[in-house]
T-cell receptor, first 116, second 111 residues
Framework: EPEVTQTPSHQVTQMGQEVILRCVPISNHLYFYWYRQILGQKVEFLVS????????KSEIFDDQFSVERPDGSNFTLKIRSTKLEDSAMYFC??????????????FGPGTRLLVL | GNSVTQMEGPVTLSEEAFLTINCTYT??????LFWYVQYPGEGLQLLLK?????DKGSNKGFEATYRKETTSFHLEKGSVQVSDSAVYFC??????????FGTGTSLTVIP
């Protein structure tokens, strides 16, 4: 069964450093998402991406964050200058369709980011 | 606004016990409701969903009924197995792309 993969599974970085989290969505999917979960808190939506542009973003997704689909398979989340409060589990997801079609989103296993 | 509140864990049950994980929501309009499960080391997997009031979602022996009058979507299973040990997330989705998740409930089933 096709699945969403994410790398790395764990990332430790120093405050102020840039990190790039990588995701490979399911190959025929068209919509891509990032979520995060700070330890003990809810899973929070960050951003959705379709047709090479952001279609929706939350207030968490400020100028420190960016997303990119650099090639036909990868979908990346970049945090430009990490802060302690960026420490969280980051989940990537993809879906075949989006918007009004309420399509199921398939999630990756997550990348645990720790900012020291 | 939109939000989901689910029962705090961790929950520990003996094999073959009855499971209920409570989930209530706040939403405008007519959201779809979901339960996702995360097994150790894996991603969130859709367990079941319901798209309108009174719908019952079911999968792998789990059930949940969309109750608009009580704004609830409680997850139940009549007889849990060790393999059901995982973290369970309740979520809602308004038309559009964004999901709103609960904090997750960890379930451990002991033989």
């Amino acid at each position: 069964e096709p699945e969403v993969t994410q790398t790395p599974s764990h990332q430790v970085t120093q405050m102020g450093q840039e990190v790039i989290l990588r995701c490979v969505p399911i190959s025929n999917h068209l919509y891509f998402y990032w979520y995060r979960q700070i330890l003990g808190q809810k899973v929070e939506f960050l951003v959705s991406f379709y047709n090479n542009e952001i279609s929706e973003k939350s207030e968490i997704f400020d100028d420190q964050f960016s997303v990119e689909r650099p090639d036909g398979s990868n979908f990346t989340l970049k945090i430009r200058s990490t802060k302690l409060e960026d420490s969280a589990m980051y989940f990537c997801a993809s879906s075949l369709a989006g918007g009004q079609f309420q399509e199921t989103q398939y999630f990756g296993p997550g990348t645990r980011l720790l900012v020291l | 606004g939109n939000s989901v509140t689910q029962m705090e864990g961790p929950v520990t049950l003996s094999e073959e016990a009855f499971l209920t994980i409570n989930c209530t929501y706040t939403a405008t309009g007519y959201p779809s409701l979901f339960w996702y499960v995360q097994y150790p080391g894996e991603g969130l997997q859709l367990l079941l969903k319901a798209t309108k009031a009174d719908d019952k979602g079911s999968n792998k022996g789990f059930e949940a009924t969309y109750r608009k009058e009580t704004t609830s979507f409680h997850l139940e299973k009549g007889s849990v197995q060790v393999s059901d040990s995982a973290v369970y997330f309740c979520a809602l989705r308004q038309p559009g792309n964004q999901f709103y998740f609960g904090t997750g409930t960890s379930l451990t089933v002991i033989p």
